[in-house]
T-cell receptor
């Protein structure tokens, strides 16, 4: 069975203090790894898709990277508006199109 | 471009009743997915519909069912509601039935009392 584990569960940062979130996965045949941002009581907002090891994607202060066993979401010089829960999900060969999600990392950026 | 829409926003039901949740995908998307986000359990895959057919189902009992209409909108039905069905139900849509990102709606908050 596909498994996705995110760490840490929670992260408190000062504004401008860069950090990284980890997503480790165990799947049979990775087809895609996805990062989402979720604000309280709302649906997840799509951020990035990564398909193969070595791939990197960037958007504003966020950068996602992928290796064969894990992905990192780097937050550079975060602002309070970056406070949210960041979710990692995978699509794997045997599971069709369903997304298997990790538990998420709650990020709080203090001014 | 309009995103995924869901209705109602909130739904309060009594144990044993039935709930119907609705979803309209992004224009041009033919696949619709349903996920449950219960407190402390994370996002769990429920159902996947594409071109009107159920393509995959998560590890949920048969009282969770749904359908997809010719206009690609979808309905999730939950029968014989139990207290543990209280959760945020999220609908997502994607292009076709291939690999790719899924775009989520705002969710329906179902509360079972």
């Amino acid at each position: 069975e596909d498994q996705v584990t995110q760490s840490p569960e929670a992260l408190r940062l000062q504004e401008g203090e860069s950090s990284s979130l980890n997503c480790s996965y165990t799947v049979s045949g990775l087809r895609g790894l996805f990062w989402y941002r979720q604000d309280p009581g709302k649906g997840p907002e799509f951020l990035f898709t990564l398909y193969s090891a070595g791939e990197e994607k960037e958007k504003e202060r966020l950068k996602a990277t992928l290796t064969k066993k894990e992905s990192f979401l780097h937050i550079t010089a975060p602002k309070p508006e970056d406070s949210a829960t960041y979710l990692c999900a995978v699509q794997a060969g045997a599971a069709g199109n369903k997304l298997t999600f990790g538990g998420g990392t709650r990020v709080l950026v203090k001014p | 471009e309009a995103g995924v829409t869901q209705s109602p926003t909130h739904l309060i039901k009594t144990r044993g009743q039935q709930a119907t949740l609705r979803c309209s995908p992004i224009s041009g998307h033919t696949s619709v997915y349903w996920y449950q986000q219960a407190l402390g359990l994370g996002l769990q895959f429920l159902l996947w519909y594409d071109e009107g057919e159920e393509r995959n189902r998560g590890n949920f009992p048969p009282r969770f069912s749904g359908r997809q209409f010719p206009n690609y909108s979808s309905e999730l039905n939950v029968n014989a509601l139990e207290l543990e069905d209280s959760a945020l139900y999220l609908c997502a849509s994607s292009w076709g039935s291939g690999l790719g990102e899924q775009y989520f709606g705002p969710g329906t908050r179902l509360t079972v009392t």
